[in-house]
Nanobody
Framework: QVQLVESGGDLVQAGGSLRLSCAASGSIFNINVMGWYRQGPGKQRELVASTTDYGYTHYADSVQGRFTITEDKANNAVYLQMNSLKSEDTGVYYC???????????????WGQGTQVTVSS
């Protein structure tokens, strides 16, 4: 079993910054993918940013150049630095990981409970 604990969501004015954190614990042999999704009001959940264990990062076009995803492998943590926030960034942000629980085992995906980000214009 794996637990994800998120933090960092808040109310911020447009143009401001926030840093989201997500820490994974439990049965972890290797983390293959760590990322962030978000779901805005009345919208579908969408990928914001992700990073893989071989160093590939991906960003949604809407956040490219404003958001930065970083990973702390030693602590099984992932962060999302969000700068120049816009009202359209408002939503619940979910941490997402793909983990190999045991050596040679299959990959399993896990979701955090979500953290609310509200950007006021």
């Amino acid at each position: 079993q794996v637990q994800l604990v998120e933090s960092g969501g808040d109310l911020v004015q447009a143009g401001g910054s926030l840093r989201l954190s997500c820490a994974a614990s439990g049965s972890i042999f290797n983390i293959n993918v760590m990322g962030w999704y978000r779901q805005g009001p009345g919208k579908q959940r969408e990928l914001v940013a992700s990073t893989t264990d071989y160093g590939y990062t991906h960003y949604a076009d809407s956040v490219q150049g404003r958001f930065t995803i970083t990973e702390d492998k030693a602590n099984n943590a992932v962060y999302l630095q969000m700068n120049s926030l816009k009202s359209e960034d408002t939503g619940v942000y979910y941490c997402y990981v793909v983990i190999e629980n045991i050596k040679g085992g299959s990959n399993r995906s896990y979701w955090g409970q979500g953290t609310q980000v509200t950007v006021s214009s």
